[in-house]
T-cell receptor, first 114, second 113 residues
Framework: AQSVSQHNHHVILSEAASLELGCNYS??????LFWYVQYPGQHLQLLLK??????LVKGIKGFEAEFIKSKFSFNLRKPSVQWSDTAEYFC????????????FGTGTRLLVSP | EAGVTQSPTHLIKTRGQQATLRCSPI?????VYWYQQALGLGLQFLLW???????NRGNFPPRFSGRQFPNYSSELNVNALELEDSALYLC????????????FGPGTRLTVL
């Protein structure tokens, strides 16, 4: 079955620390990849997405992610986190054919201490 | 531009009852998706409607059903409620194109007592 794994369930960082959240997917073939973020009390919103082309994707708020096909990975990174990055982060994947559902990982809760 | 809206915000039911949740997509979006977000389980895909048709269904029992209306709004019905149905139910919408992003609503918090 198609699945998405996020390795870290909870991450605690100090402001200015670097962030890397792991994400692996189990799909073969062409896949679309996403990172969504849910800030406290807010809607789930898109951080960045990968469809094709440059495997290094830039998103909003200084986030980026790298698609490594050989490792089935799409890790999220930010060089220097801020207190306002405290949120839950979800990786998601979808096969790029027909009516394929979007499958989410279980999420990573990030707490950034000031 | 108005985002995805959901109603009600909160819903409290007792075991065995039926719940109806509603979703209005972003104007111009034809696809509506429903997800269940239970504590510790992330988002579990429930249903996908596009142009009034059910396009895909997640691994949920038949008592989870829904429909999409001609104006593309959608309704999720949960029959014979069980305690474990307590969760946040999220609706999302998108244009129907392979790979496009989904825009999420605020959710309906369903509590089953």
């Amino acid at each position: 079955a198609q699945s998405v794994s996020q390795h870290n369930h909870h991450v605690i960082l100090s402001e200015a620390a670097s962030l890397e959240l792991g994400c692996n997917y189990s799909y073969g073939g062409t896949v679309n990849l996403f990172w969504y973020v849910q800030y406290p009390g807010q809607h789930l919103q898109l951080l960045l997405k990968y469809f094709s082309g440059d495997p290094l994707v830039k998103g909003i708020k200084g986030f980026e992610a790298e698609f490594i096909k050989s490792k089935f990975s799409f890790n999220l990174r930010k060089p220097s986190v801020q207190w306002s990055d405290t949120a839950e982060y979800f990786c998601a994947a979808k096969k790029n054919t027909g009516f394929q559902k979007l499958v989410f990982g279980t999420g990573t809760r990030l707490l950034v201490s000031p | 531009e108005a985002g995805v809206t959901q109603s009600p915000t909160h819903l409290i039911k007792t075991r065995g009852q039926q719940a109806t949740l509603r979703c209005s997509p972003i104007s111009g979006h034809t696809s509506v998706y429903w997800y269940q977000q239970a504590l510790g389980l992330g988002l579990q895909f429930l249903l996908w409607y596009d142009e009034g048709e059910e396009r895909n269904r997640g691994n949920f029992p038949p008592r989870f059903s829904g429909r999409q209306f001609p104006n593309y709004s959608s309704e999720l019905n949960v029959n014979a409620l069980e305690l474990e149905d307590s969760a946040l139910y999220l609706c999302a919408s998108s244009l129907y194109l392979a790979g496009v992003e989904q825009f999420f609503g605020p959710g309906t918090r369903l509590t089953v007592l």
